[in-house]
RNA sequence: GCGGGUGUAGCUCAGGUGGUUAGAGCGCCAGAUUGUGGAUCUGGAUGUCGUGGGUUCAAGUCCCAUCACUCGCCCCA
């Protein structure tokens, strides 16, 4: 193995990779625009302060998570962790208020400095849905709506499954929030290690511990659900029934907390079993007050992102390169009235492979390995009666067709 | 950041208890086949044995460190 290595964690996307991730990419665009959701583009780094004001300064984003760096006018800067914060900012500079709702797409490379595992990487990519301005629960069942539809064009709908829970409003989630600590302080010398941090942090997650004398503290806990006020219980309602008239089915996980301090209401995941330990595909849910957070207007937003690495991971059909068309001369004379050939072909928007040298073998041999669905083959005799040999690499048929009927012939080869 | 596993050719992997020139299959290259690919046959090339140090007369093999990957925790896409 060569001492050049990449990073840790970063990745060459090579061809085949490449073509999954580009199959995703079109795929979720594509309904993404279906759904009226526009596309754009953020920069991938922004100030520090967008990220660590949004984010919460407890998060393990911000904690330890961050690519940061001073630049050379002595700017903290910081590449992106995720997409949702880039937007608000990007909605809040541009003042895109005026034109609320506003409904996005995007993608693109983030970065978080972990330690690396299957699906888990310090520079992966997103595609991501942002929906701002619309505080009915219509925009989070769009939303969620939106991602199932995705996941089913990618054919990894069946693999998947849709849990999700309500964080309430900030009242209910503050009342429910208070009772819980003082539950789990009291119970103190019965929490792991992991959670008595937690419960300094971020006490929800101790819901969602794996530590055994966490679950049976756990089970005792009081229920979100008691601490629900009737404007969260009536929003979440109207979210599950949404769901439910789109036949969309869901699994209610009480214990589902999403890590970033902004989401309240709705909180989603679509999870696999196929992917080891990072089973969450696709995650969001609703964000209220981020856009207010970080200095404009209140503007309610909910959104999602997937890991483009995971779901192309899930992705079963293989996703082949364009089958070219192979242009080769048989001899040296031949080579100029190829490349001419080659050059209106590719014009005319036919892919071509013109091979760089070697004998009519040697090529044909290229042909065949480039998966060429024909080879248009041009020696002497043709060249003199203004024909090509075109041979159907597939069934090995072949058949002469005069040059200037060529590029129509080979639209049958597409 | 914590704990476990792995690292030998481009890929998948063999290489009992240390012992001379490190192997296989696939792939790659060349030839049989200088106007016809796939199949077959023949031949060929490719390795700082992840890296650095140590033990030893001798290390791919044992020890330590380090890097990367991997599984789990933490957390998340």
């Not at 300094?200 to 969602?208: Q, V």
């Not at 769901?243 to 089915?249: A, D, V």
């Amino acid at each position: 193995m060569s001492s050049l290595q990449p990073v840790r964690g970063t990745h060459d996307l090579l061809p085949e990779t490449a073509r999954r991730h580009r199959a995703v990419i079109d795929i979720a665009r594509r309904v993404a625009e279906c759904y009226g959701y526009q596309e754009i583009a953020t920069p991938i780094f922004e100030f520090s302060e967008v990220f660590k004001r949004t984010l919460g300064d407890t998060s393990d984003i911000v904690t330890k998570e961050m690519y940061s760096f001073t630049d050379r006018g002595g700017e903290q800067l910081t590449l992106r962790p995720e997409a949702t914060a880039g937007v608000a900012r990007a909605l809040i500079s541009g003042g895109l208020s005026q034109q609320l709702p506003l409904k996005f797409f995007c993608h693109g490379p983030m970065f978080r400095y972990e330690r690396p595992q299957k699906g888990r990487l310090r520079q992966f990519h997103q595609i991501d849905v942002e929906l701002l301005g619309v505080a009915q629960p219509l925009g989070d069942i769009e939303v969620i709506a939106l991602g199932a539809q995705i996941l089913r064009e990618l054919g990894v709908y069946d693999r998947v499954v849709l849990e999700l829970n309500t964080l309430g409003d900030t009242e209910s989630r503050q009342a429910y929030r208070a009772v819980l600590v003082d539950y789990f302080k009291a119970h103190r010398d019965r929490l792991s290690e992991d959670s008595l941090g937690r419960l300094e942090r971020n006490p929800l997650r101790i819901l969602d511990s794996k530590d055994e004398g966490d679950r049976r503290l756990v089970a005792e806990a009081p229920l979100f659900t008691d601490f629900l006020n009737d404007a969260s219980r009536d929003f979440f309602a109207a979210v599950t029934a949404g769901l439910e008239s789109l036949g969309i089915p869901y699994k209610l996980n009480p214990r589902l907390v999403r890590g970033l301090d902004y989401y309240c209401h709705t909180a989603f995941e679509f999870t696999t079993e196929a992917l080891g330990a990072q089973g969450t595909v696709m995650a969001g849910g609703r964000y209220d007050g981020l856009v207010a957070m970080m200095g404009g207007p209140a503007t309610p937003g909910i959104g999602w992102a997937a890991g483009i690495e995971r779901l192309a991971m899930l992705l079963a059909a293989e996703t082949p390169a364009i089958r070219p068309i192979a242009v080769i001369p048989v001899g040296a004379a031949e080579e100029a009235a190829a490349l001419r050939l080659t050059e209106s072909l590719r014009r005319a928007g036919i892919t071509v492979d013109l091979g760089y040298g070697g004998n009519l073998g040697k090529r044909m041999k290229r042909a065949n390995r480039m998966n060429a669905s024909a080879a248009v083959i041009l020696g002497e005799d043709e060249q003199a009666r203004g024909v090509a040999a075109v041979r159907d690499l597939d069934s090995g048929e072949q058949e002469e067709v005069p040059l200037n009927a060529l590029r129509d012939h080979l639209a049958r080869y597409r």
